[in-house]
């Protein structure tokens, strides 16, 4: 098997998958930047917009103005750092976990309805297989 040639494979199809996913937004969601940040909050625990916005790859001032957009929303909190005062300190509100949530099951759903229309028992169970293989392959990117 070559390895270029499945590398090019999964790429394109974890691609198209997220897109699906992502195409399926309703008005007034958050935009991808938004959900970006918000999910690098709710995983990796507080930061300052400095951090998010290297770990984003964006300039600090984009970061800014969308933790600005999220903050006004409720659904990201800043705090003083309690080590160094002149450092904000972002985090994930409870309500922002909830609109992460909600998004979350919502994507879940519809790739239930989608493997639960379209798949064989055995395609399911190779899907099933491939689950942690791919977690995995993210883990060693």
Do not use: Y
Not at 87 to 115: D, F, N, T, W
């Amino acid at each position: 098997m070559d390895v270029d040639d499945l590398a090019s494979a999964l790429q394109d199809s974890v691609s198209l998958l997220a897109r699906r996913l992502r195409q399926a937004a309703t008005p007034g969601e958050l935009t991808l930047p938004e959900r970006s940040a918000l999910s690098r909050l709710d995983r990796g625990g507080p930061s300052t917009s400095a951090e998010l916005a290297r770990a984003e790859q964006i300039t600090p001032q984009a970061m800014a103005t969308t933790l600005g957009g999220l903050e006004q929303r409720g659904l990201v909190e800043r705090r003083n750092d309690p080590h160094d005062g002149r450092r904000i300190i972002m985090s994930a509100s409870e309500s922002g976990r909830e609109v992460l949530r909600r998004k979350r099951a919502a994507h879940a759903r519809q790739l239930a309805a989608a493997l639960g229309s379209g798949f064989s028992e055995e395609e399911l169970a190779a899907l099933a297989f491939a689950v942690p293989l791919i977690e995995r392959l993210a883990e060693g990117i």
